[in-house]
């Protein structure tokens, strides 16, 4: 699934190509792709047609583009957008055929262009949703931000990210780290990818219990979490397949320079020890035996 890195070059894409452009058509091709709009694809559709985006934004792993009428007015709505696990926003000529799985299709008035949303396993998918505010058109929730996304968390590149307040909740928890930095509630935008990558530069098992974590642990996990993030986000993210691409259909170079993630029986980076792989949540987590040991066992 697309991490904050990822996302974060699709949003700047958006930016860049779709900003400030007018909505002509919308085309739903798959019912899935805006099945979480209940009121259904027609309402879908008239709600964006004659629209413009006016910006893209991100919060955690969504994506969020504000509409405004044609006279530049706020209309107090939003297309949330999330990938999934493997969506893709392509900003794609009207001439280039289409995509094998693409899900729906916006063109706009200038001609140019068209966004498309194309996605294999469908688990991603697009909503317009109206902005929740105690004022005028266009007011949002507190941060400025759809409300279905009001429970995420600031990201750690976020300039307003309260490293305090985050390193004092961590310590609270009676948890597992690898599983709070993978809470979007606790810290946005971080997933399996960057988590494994951060606590080896940390040099933190995943399993270590977040209570135990002593106040430079956690800043030198969240020094590790910053890095890696701000380096994958320079490589355009991590592309292991063609499932993540920006949306002009590049892939990420970041997977060139993972030291643990996916990097089972490949000598660590740092001191040589085969990484090991273990299983984690019906998922894989990586880390090096020697520069990350494994927690003992808590005594009952």
Not at 42 to 63: D, I, M, P, S
Not at 81 to 104: F, I, N
Not at 146 to 171: T, Y
Not at 200 to 223: C, F, I, M
Request: charged letters at 25%; a positive charge; hydrophobic letters at 35%.
């Amino acid at each position: 699934m697309p991490e904050l890195p990822e996302v974060e070059v699709v949003r700047r894409g958006l930016a860049q190509w779709v900003a400030g452009r007018t909505v002509a058509t919308v085309e739903v091709r798959h019912p899935r792709a805006v099945r979480r709009h209940l009121e259904g694809s027609e309402h879908f559709v008239a709600a964006l047609t004659g629209r413009t985006f006016t910006a893209a934004h991100r919060r955690g792993k969504y994506l969020w583009l504000p509409l405004a009428e044609s006279d530049g007015s706020p209309t107090g709505a939003a297309l949330v957008g999330h990938l999934g696990m493997s969506g893709q926003l392509l900003v794609e000529k009207p001439s280039q055929p289409d995509e094998t799985h693409l899900r729906a299709r916006f063109t706009f008035t200038d001609g140019g262009r068209e966004l498309r949303f194309v996605d294999q396993r469908t688990f991603g998918g697009l909503v317009v949703e109206e902005m929740a505010g105690g004022g005028g058109a266009g007011e949002t929730t507190a941060g400025g931000i759809p409300p279905r996304l009001a429970h995420i968390a600031i990201d750690p590149l976020d300039a307003s990210f309260d490293e305090a307040g985050f390193s004092a909740a961590v310590r609270r928890r009676h948890t597992e780290v690898k599983r709070a930095l993978l809470d979007q509630t606790l810290i946005g935008g971080v997933g399996n990818i960057y988590a494994d990558e951060a606590l080896w530069r940390a040099r933190l098992h995943g399993a270590r219990p977040t209570d135990k974590l002593t106040r430079g642990q956690v800043s030198d996990l969240l020094e590790g979490v910053r890095d890696v993030l701000g380096e994958a986000l320079a490589q355009g993210g991590t592309s292991f397949d063609s499932l993540y691409v920006d949306v002009n259909g590049q892939s990420g170079y970041f997977s060139r320079f993972l030291a643990v993630y996916g990097q089972a029986d490949r000598p660590c980076p740092r001191c040589g020890t085969p990484i090991r792989r273990e299983s984690f949540m019906n998922r894989s987590s990586y880390s090096c035996p020697t520069c990350q040991p494994r927690p003992r066992a808590r005594r009952s």
